[in-house]
């Protein structure tokens, strides 16, 4: 069978599940076309209140596809260069969309694949589940944003020790580190991630929508400056419909309904 993303919906969510048999889920060129429109249709369908990304068949993603690779090398280096685009555009989509994402992982997130689950939002493992960033091991170095993720998600030793050795760390460890959100037992990471979809889906989608905004902008703004922001974030939600509803769910005790 080809390598192909499903795309589903459950209940508040767009489900968005990797499925390249045999490769464990490996990347591959037609994965990365299928996701922009996906992503796209989730930013615009109002039902969608978060996407979910996992794998098929009990593993997230295994990254790269070596034997693709290996061919690579016999091409010209534009030939990766443009591979490594398309990666690139599909986690600066993961970086831009308005609504929260959340990796649902079990078996494993290796290489690019882990790059993926830390360009979401929230992360629920099984509890045997492993992350790696084992490009060192095969004498290359991150792509997809791994090292970029790695570093701000981890303590600089930890990091360290995930990109230079090649180790890989199991969830429970991340789950201490606070990289996991949400630890389970194997074969329930998806109902954790529909479960945290389900709870986001209760709130104000203009909320959160400036929520993430304002996390993201966090990484690189001066404080002054995340002042403003957070300034004109709060008052743009005031006077947004959704803050009414919400308000006055609260003082009447009953539930909101956006």
């Not at 209940?11 to 390249?20: F, M, R, Y």
């Not at 061919?71 to 969309?97: D, M, T, W």
């Not at 979401?120 to 090292?147: E, N, T, W």
Request: with cysteine; aromatic share 6%; proline share 6%.
């Amino acid at each position: 069978m080809a390598a192909e993303l499903l795309v589903t919906v459950a209940g508040p969510a767009l489900v968005l599940t990797l499925s390249n048999p045999g490769l464990r889920n490996a990347l591959s060129p037609e994965m990365y076309a299928a996701f922009l429109p996906a992503l796209e249709r989730a930013a615009a369908e109002p039902s969608i209140r978060a996407v979910i990304l996992t794998g098929a068949d009990g593993f997230f993603c295994a990254g790269g596809n070596l034997n693709r690779l290996q061919g690579n090398r016999a091409q010209p280096p534009e030939v990766q260069k443009a591979s490594i685009e398309q990666l690139h555009a599909l986690c600066r989509a993961l970086a831009a969309h308005p609504k929260p994402l959340i990796a649902a992982v079990e078996g494993a997130a290796a290489g690019a694949g882990m790059s993926l689950a830390l360009g979401c939002d929230l992360i629920a493992a099984g509890r045997s589940s492993k992350f790696v960033m084992s490009y060192v091991k095969v004498g290359l170095s991150p792509d997809g944003g791994g090292s970029w993720f790695v570093t701000r998600a981890l303590p600089r030793q930890s990091a360290a020790q995930m990109l230079l050795t090649g180790e890989p760390f199991d969830a429970p460890k991340l789950e201490r580190l606070g990289l996991v959100n949400a630890l389970v037992d194997d074969g329930k990471a998806l109902d954790a991630a529909l479960a945290i979809a389900e709870r986001i889906a209760e709130l104000s989608p203009h909320a959160v929508t400036r929520i993430k905004r304002l996390i993201a902008g966090a990484a690189t703004a001066g404080l002054d400056e995340h002042f403003d922001t957070e300034r004109d974030a709060f008052v743009a939600c005031l006077h947004h419909p959704d803050a009414g509803e919400a308000i006055d769910a609260f003082l009447t005790k009953r539930a909101a309904r956006f």
